[in-house]
């Protein structure tokens, strides 16, 4: 890692931790520094409301967060760089699509929010593998084929989801779908992170442990193994954990639009193309934003708006300014 | 470490025309070799199957005396470095973090290039006369630049045997010399070097074997001054062929 690579990890992590400090205290019930930590460590009854809102409601869903910002950005950079194109985001194989599908059906079937994360998660999962194993018909292997199954899975399950739209109640469970599929960390519990949490964790450290071999393995077949590298298994298996990331934060969240896109750009931007530099601050620049967004999204309104509204928003805007930026430097080229 | 093909067959998947017909020939060490022939004729595929990219329909490639299609990719990546037409393949990797990727057959899967390894990158920049483009992107670099910095790779993999597919056709008369003197110094140092050109030229240049192809069979495998004759390049690029010294005008090439 260079020099420029490591004063942006640094400051990125103190942001990190101050955002997080900051999405405690930020809120329709504003909490002050004195009482949050009052609150916090000691035990004194006279804050116990700003206790409860704090540990209760605040921190589950920061957490939450911080996670899905790093699940979904390391994602969307996974997948940009195995398919070698900037432009594709998490959902490139369906998975969202899947989940959403998943979600859908449970909620139809009217069954507790725990069977409809599962259930997302189960059919997020097992859309990928329809697009791998249709991909595979074609004996080409290329990844292109695979970008195209994906489409036309993606596709396939967008009309299913369609399907169960028209049959859902249009008062109730129609409602949910739509709640649903907009993203939200307003229901998250402890509970779901004790289950979030080992996912990100265990996929995090293999992505730290590999982050430089990733370089190679997104050359393409051809390059990576005329230099030594087992392409299909690293494809697979990158393709594999960024499908769990994906796949585990929307079925908790929903789905959540433009931060596994946002995110790798800006980064890339900053530091450069180099897996080894760019991973680790994919984990530190996504917590940050997607922690930011959740802010955003409890604090602007009375009423909550929709996470992937307020990530359009901001990542639509983002990005523009980054294409600008960089049309201005491949102009001076 | 010597290369022999034996009896190598190759057909495309869905198509019935046969690329390469029953080919055989021993490849020495420590020379170099350019493959000859028109477009079509089976340069690409014979360098593409050299380099394990594809897998010979009948017949074999031994390396030593191992069969390719039993070398394990690791393995291979110590034995030859693969450059492809296009040299390279992204555009926004920085050259020096793109030169330190040859050494990942050596390094285990956790770990990334040690500080001696990136000082050999230095070294050889040094060498090739490319330091000044060590922190620009690959989308920067001009054609030729691209070509080097690509041969600096595979010089970094450090392997015996070198396999460029037409290293020399998207570059200027400057480029083409600067390459094929490169080459033609890494022989010197005992590596083996396969290159296929549209040249005839090139293999006089590098005084190489050439290995000519005709219609997916090798018309000719012998020393340069032996294949590159008049009569014998007439049969395959055409009647209308002809030596400098009976042009009217006269043509420019590189010294020797």
Request: proline content about 2%; charged content about 15%; hydrophobic content about 45%.
């Amino acid at each position: 890692m260079n020099k420029k690579t490591i004063i942006v990890l640094i400051t990125s992590i103190l942001a990190f931790a101050i955002i997080f400090i900051a999405a405690l205290l930020i809120g329709r019930y504003p909490i002050s520094i004195d009482d949050f930590f009052n609150a916090v460590f000691t035990s004194d009854a006279e804050y116990q409301i700003e206790r409860s809102v704090i540990l209760n409601l605040r921190l589950p869903r920061t957490i939450m967060a911080g996670l899905a910002g790093i699940g979904l950005s390391l994602s969307g950079l996974l997948y940009q760089e195995i398919f070698q194109n900037k432009l594709v985001s998490p959902d490139l194989l369906g998975v969202s699509t899947g989940a959403s599908v998943g979600a859908s059906i449970a909620i139809v079937l009217g069954l507790s929010s725990i069977f409809i994360s599962f259930l997302a998660f189960i059919v997020g999962i097992i859309t990928v593998m329809l697009t791998v194993l249709i991909a595979k018909l074609f004996k080409n292997g290329s990844s292109t084929i695979l970008l195209l199954s994906g489409i036309i899975v993606a596709g396939f399950m967008s009309s299913i989801l369609s399907y169960i739209k028209y049959l859902a109640n249009p008062e109730t469970t129609l409602a949910s779908i739509t709640y649903w599929m907009m993203g939200s960390f307003e229901n998250s519990t402890m509970n779901q992170i004790y289950i979030l949490f080992p996912v990100i964790l265990i996929s995090t450290i293999i992505l730290l442990v590999l982050s430089w071999r990733i370089n190679i393995v997104s050359l393409g077949k051809e390059e990576a193994q005329t230099k030594g590298i087992n392409y299909k298994y690293y494809r697979y298996l990158i393709i594999f954990i960024a499908t769990l990331l994906t796949s585990s934060v929307v079925a908790f969240n929903g789905t959540i639009s433009w931060i596994g896109l946002v995110i790798p750009h800006i980064v890339r931007l900053m530091v450069g193309r180099n897996t080894r530099r760019t991973i680790p601050l994919c984990i530190t620049f996504g917590g940050v934003f997607m922690i930011i967004v959740d802010i955003l999204s409890r604090s602007f309104t009375d009423s909550e708006i929709p996470l992937s509204a307020v990530t359009g928003l901001f990542g639509t805007v983002i990005f523009v300014a980054i294409l600008l930026y960089r049309r201005r430097t491949f102009d001076e080229n | 470490m010597k290369i022999k093909i034996k009896n190598l067959s190759f057909t495309y998947a869905r198509t019935t025309k046969v690329v390469l017909t029953n080919l055989n020939a021993e490849i020495k060490e420590g020379t170099v070799n350019v493959v000859l022939g028109l477009n079509g004729s089976g340069k690409t595929t014979l360098i593409r199957l050299l380099a394990g990219l594809y897998k010979p329909d009948e017949g074999d490639i031994f390396y030593d005396a191992k069969r390719l299609t039993s070398i394990p990719i690791k393995e291979r990546s110590k034995i030859f470095a693969y450059v492809s037409q296009h040299s390279v393949s992204t555009d926004d990797i920085l050259v020096k973090d793109f030169l330190t990727f040859g050494f990942v057959n050596s390094l285990k899967f956790y770990e990334s290039p040690s500080k001696e390894q990136i000082a050999k990158v230095t070294a050889i920049a040094n060498k090739m006369q490319i330091e000044k483009l060590l922190n620009k992107n690959l989308g920067e670099l001009s054609g030729g630049e691209k070509q080097i910095v690509s041969i600096a790779a595979c010089l970094l993999q450090n392997t015996p045997i070198l396999l460029l597919d037409e290293p020399t056709s998207a570059l200027d008369l400057k480029n083409q010399n600067l390459v094929l003197s490169l080459l033609r110094d890494i022989a010197k140092e005992g590596k083996t070097v396969i290159l296929s050109s549209h040249n005839p030229n090139h293999s006089l240049f590098l005084n190489s074997n050439v290995i000519l192809l005709n219609n997916g069979k090798i018309e000719m495998f012998d020393e340069s001054n032996k294949v590159v004759q008049i009569d014998i390049l007439r049969k395959i690029y055409g009647n209308n062929l002809c030596l400098s010294s009976d042009l009217a005008y006269k043509e420019v090439s590189f010294k020797n």
